[in-house]
């Protein structure tokens, strides 16, 4: 008589791609802990300081996350390109699962930093409303439009925080697969969604999609296809990307 199977041994392992994103989604949400943990403290410490001397803020202090999101997000995913493929192959897995995971994961990370940067966002205007602060955004000096809210607020930051994710992914891979000279070369195109999305290019550098209106509405479906566009790149570019030999 044959013996009964344990579940345990029986049970399917998830797919090659989904191990390496929840592996690649612990190390981004860890960095994303501390750095916000970071932030925190800081603003913290300089509304302490506000309070106690009796300055006015003249502008918001909770905008500056969206650079910083950026290029944290650019920074771990050219890291991450360059320096995780050969060993992700080396283990078995295939290029497709590498791009999978590294694309998603930087998409659901955008995602979670614009969630708490609008987040942020919002509290720091409970916070300046109660002190008669005004809530400015932008060089320009534009006040945000108190019917914006989260939803408006949420839509642009995350578009900027997947351009920071994506670009750092195709600056990562084009250094791994085309060498320093051409990668340095090709930088304008591969650093081309932070600045065409990420930075100053959506809704005409504004923050909020505002009310919503049509040139906003456009600008943010001109993002997505951008950012669509990097990732049909960044996907080509790995598809069949010779994995170097590393001597022990």
Known sequence: MTAPT???????????WLRTTRWLLRMQLTVTLWTFGVIAVVAL???AVVQARGIE???????FIRHPGVWLGFTLNLIAALGLIGLHVASGLTRRSFV???VVVGLITAVVWAVVGALALELEGVVYAAQGWPQVAGEGGAEFDPGAGFAATVVPLALSFAAGQLSGLLVGMAYYRLGGWWATLALPLTVAPIFLVGIGGLDDGQWT???????AVVAAVL????LAAAAAAYHLIVRNVPIRHVEA
Do not use: E, K, N
């Open 45 to 47: 410490g300089a509304f």
């Open 209 to 215: 999609l505002g009310d919503l209106d049509a040139p």
């Open 57 to 63: 803020p003249i502008l918001s202090v909770v905008q």
């Open 223 to 226: 993002g997505v296809l951008v």
């Open 6 to 16: 344990s579940p345990r041994t029986t049970r399917a392992l998830p797919a090659p």
């Open 100 to 102: 999978a995971a590294t």
